[in-house]
Structures are given as C-alpha cells and as structure tokens.
C-alpha cells in the first residue's frame, strides 16, 4: 500500500500569507495526486486534481504542483475561508489496484 | 444539481449489521466509479470500498474484507453498503463519493455510524 505523508502536520498563518502544504508518497504515484479541503462537519471538498489541476469553481489562489513521490499545494494568499484541513489522496495502484489511499492531513489555523 | 445523499446510519450493536444508501441525482450515475470512504470523527479519511460503473467489479480496504459488500443499482441510481459483524473500530461517518479521472469530485453529507453497546 502507498502511504501519503502530510507535512506539516499543523500550520499556523495568518489571513493574506502564503501557505504551502506537502505531501510525500511512499512511492511513485506519477501524477495521480489530488487534494481536498474539509471544514467542520462538512463532506471534503475537491482542490485540485493530477497534481495540478484545478477543480471546477476553484480560486485560483490555490495550486498543485509536482510529480512523482513530493507533491505541494499552495494557497497563494490566505482568505478567512481557507482556514481549515487539508487532505492529498493518491489513486496510482490503478488497474488492477485495490485501494487508494489518503494523507494524514495538514490543519491550517489562524495565528 | 449534481448530488449524492447518504442515508441509513444509526446506532447498531457490535456485531450488528446495517445498510447505508447513497442516491444519486444530476448526473448519468451508471457511467462512474462509485466509492465509500469513512471518517472518524477528529481523524482522517479512510477509504473503504469501490464498485465499477456497471457493478461487474469490487473492492474491499482490508479492515472491512468478508464483513461490507459494496452493491448498486443503476436503475435507481443509487449505492449501497451492507455493513455486518460491525465493531467498535467501525464507528464512524460514511461518506459516498464520486471518482472523476483520478480524484472524487462529488461527496454526499456523510451519515453517521456509531456501534455501540
């Protein structure tokens, strides 16, 4: 099984800062990397696909990048509505896999 | 509107069993992959079980192997998860989702599963 590792695990900023967000694989995932933000008691909501494509109807202040086994997500510059979790998820062990798997999550709070 | 609604969760006993549906609406639900992922709450995302658009193919996340069996009906557009020999270690939310390209797009509201005595 590909293991996710976020880092770090909490990040602490405040609103109009720069936040970067990672994720390591285990092993090689190519592109197949997605990220997601939840917020309390809410379902989680898709950031941005393969790496580093944006999602339907997502600021462009959030972006994805990299390939491989070290992926980033970005948030350019900090609304008050960014305050929250974030999860990578990686889907490579594709056909014939049978499990995907995601990151332990970063929590981005307000300092 | 694209959406996915989940229902059936409760409080079962340990070693009880339960059956959680995910009705589809908004889209052609029988051209997607459809998944279940639960969540502890304070913790993270766990997936748990896929089915192929036309149902022809499974899989299990080893924790729930011979206990949940992921089913559909494209007719009624909706998924289902029957959950047996439930534990402890099963209390969680249940989210359905969507997998577009290689990322779930679409999440229901997540219900709520507590096994309990």
């Known amino acids: ?111 | 509107e694209v959406q996915l609604v989940e229902s059936g969760g409760g409080l079962v006993q340990p070693g009880g069993s339960l059956r959680l549906s995910c009705a589809a609406s908004g889209f052609t639900f029988n051209r997607y992959w459809m998944h279940w992922v639960r969540q502890v709450p304070g913790k993270g995302l766990v997936w748990v079980a896929r089915i192929h658009s036309d149902g022809s193919s499974t899989s299990y996340a080893d924790s729930v192997k011979g206990r949940f069996t992921i089913s559909r009906d494209n007719a009624k557009n909706t998924l289902y998860l029957q959950m047996n020999s439930l534990r402890a270690g099963d209390t969680a939310v249940y989210y359905c989702a969507r997998l577009r390209f290689s990322a779930f797009d679409i999440w229901g509201q997540g219900t709520m599963v507590t096994v309990s005595s």
Do not use: H, M
């Open chain 1, 1 to 111: 099984e590909i293991v996710l590792t976020q880092s770090p695990a909490t990040l602490s900023l405040s609103p109009g800062e720069r936040a970067t967000l990672s994720c390591r694989a285990s092993q090689s995932v190519s592109s197949y990397l997605a990220w997601y933000q939840q917020k309390p008691g809410q379902a989680p909501r898709l950031l941005i696909y393969d790496a580093s494509n944006r999602a339907t109807g997502i600021p462009a202040r959030f972006s994805g990048s990299g390939s491989g086994t070290y992926f980033t997500l970005t948030i350019s510059s900090l609304e008050p509505e960014d305050f929250a979790v974030y999860y990578c998820q990686q889907r490579s062990d594709w056909p014939p896999g049978v499990s995907l798997t995601f990151g332990g999550g970063t929590k981005v709070e307000i300092k």
